[in-house]
């Protein structure tokens, strides 16, 4: 028993990210074209036949760039809210959208998706759970600060896609217009590598198996500093950096992973004793 999990896509240009079991799935945002998040799956060995609906976090385009011909082309029914629905300027006319409410589970099958409202700077912008069972894996991007959902949510996934947008360094010497800089860092814009990792550090499960780092600038951030600041803290949690350019593997998270992965390194050390 397990979730299958990818990030398709993370970054301003497109964002997309894949959740299911062996029966369904559903994908959180679609910020890439549609035949892109196909060639993608197809190459990951996924089928968009899985794909029961799609979530919509908030209306900016990097979200909802392919929704309109994905969701018509699979029938796709797409869950958001009618505040974001208004500004996201999108004809989906022949598409069916629902409206969820924050705190209360949408179920597609098998699976249980929980929105949650977070600080960001569109009309009424939303984080997700997605269970299956007892495994819960979280979508946490597009973050001004860590409120108190984000904290609760954040402790009770075995994996999460967490939004490490920018190093505060790189920000403020980039080429970025001031007016710029402090909407990224201005507590509704995106979370720093710093505010990330005290997350990670302060509230990270000890059955954390998988954290997929999400939504790194282009310019103001570095994939590999990224992902060594983060493995060094890391625990037992295996650390991804999702690309802006192209798919992660697909990750399988279970509730033992993390158990299981700390239990063959104790043995090691204890066999290394002898």
Same mark, same amino acid.
């Given at each position: +028993?397990?979730?299958?999990?990818?990030?398709?896509n993370?970054?301003?240009?497109?964002?997309? $990210?894949?959740?299911?079991?062996?029966?369904?799935? @559903?994908?959180?945002?679609?910020g890439?074209?549609?035949?892109?998040?196909?060639?993608? +799956?197809?190459?990951?060995?996924?089928?968009?036949?899985?794909?029961?609906?799609?979530?919509?976090?908030?209306?900016h385009?990097?979200? =909802?760039r392919?929704?309109?011909?994905?969701?018509?082309?699979? %029938?796709?029914? @797409?869950?958001?809210?009618?505040?974001?629905?208004q500004?996201?300027? /999108?004809?989906l006319?022949?598409? %069916?959208?629902?409206?969820?409410?924050? #705190?209360?589970?949408?179920?597609?099958?098998? /699976?249980a998706v929980?929105?949650?409202?977070?600080?960001?700077?569109?009309l009424?912008? #939303?984080? &997700?759970?997605? !269970?299956?069972?007892?495994?819960?894996?979280?979508? &946490?991007?597009? =973050?001004?600060?860590?409120?108190?959902?984000?904290?609760?949510?954040?402790?009770?996934?075995?994996?999460?896609?967490?939004?490490?947008?920018?190093?505060?360094? /790189?920000?403020?010497?980039?080429?970025?217009? $001031?007016?710029?800089?402090?909407? =990224?860092?201005?507590?509704?814009g995106?979370?720093s590598?710093?505010?990330?990792?005290?997350?990670?550090m *302060?509230y990270?499960?000890?059955? +954390?198996?998988?954290? /997929?780092?999400?939504?790194?600038?282009?310019?103001?951030?570095?994939?590999? +500093?990224?992902?060594e600041?983060?493995?060094?803290?890391?625990?037992?949690?295996?650390? =991804? @950096?999702?690309?802006?350019?192209e798919?992660?593997?697909?990750?399988?998270?279970?509730?033992? !992973?993390?158990?299981?992965?700390?239990?063959?390194?104790? @043995? *090691?050390? %204890?066999?290394?004793?002898?």
């Amino acid at each position: +028993m397990h979730l299958s999990i990818t990030s398709l896509n993370s970054g301003s240009n497109g964002n997309c $990210y894949y959740i299911g079991n062996r029966k369904e799935a @559903v994908l959180v945002d679609a910020g890439i074209s549609c035949r892109e998040t196909e060639k993608r +799956m197809k190459r990951l060995g996924l089928s968009m036949q899985k794909v029961k609906a799609i979530f919509i976090s908030h209306e900016h385009s990097d979200h =909802i760039r392919g929704l309109a011909v994905l969701a018509k082309k699979y %029938q796709l029914p @797409v869950f958001i809210t009618p505040y974001t629905l208004q500004n996201c300027r /999108l004809d989906l006319s022949e598409v %069916q959208c629902v409206p969820f409410q924050a #705190h209360e589970p949408v179920l597609v099958g098998e /699976l249980a998706v929980t929105a949650f409202p977070k600080l960001h700077d569109a009309l009424d912008p #939303h984080s &997700f759970i997605v !269970a299956y069972k007892d495994i819960k894996v979280g979508v &946490f991007t597009d =973050i001004g600060a860590p409120c108190a959902n984000v904290i609760e949510h954040f402790q009770q996934c075995h994996a999460a896609f967490l939004e490490a947008n920018y190093d505060e360094g /790189l920000l403020e010497q980039g080429r970025y217009p $001031y007016y710029l800089k402090n909407r =990224i860092r201005g507590g509704r814009g995106h979370l720093s590598n710093r505010q990330a990792l005290s997350l990670f550090m *302060g509230y990270k499960p000890a059955n +954390m198996s998988h954290l /997929l780092l999400a939504h790194l600038s282009k310019d103001n951030n570095c994939p590999k +500093m990224v992902e060594e600041l983060f493995t060094a803290h890391a625990d037992g949690t295996q650390i =991804i @950096v999702a690309s802006r350019f192209e798919e992660t593997p697909v990750f399988n998270i279970s509730c033992s !992973a993390v158990i299981a992965a700390k239990v063959a390194s104790n @043995v *090691g050390v %204890q066999a290394s004793l002898f």
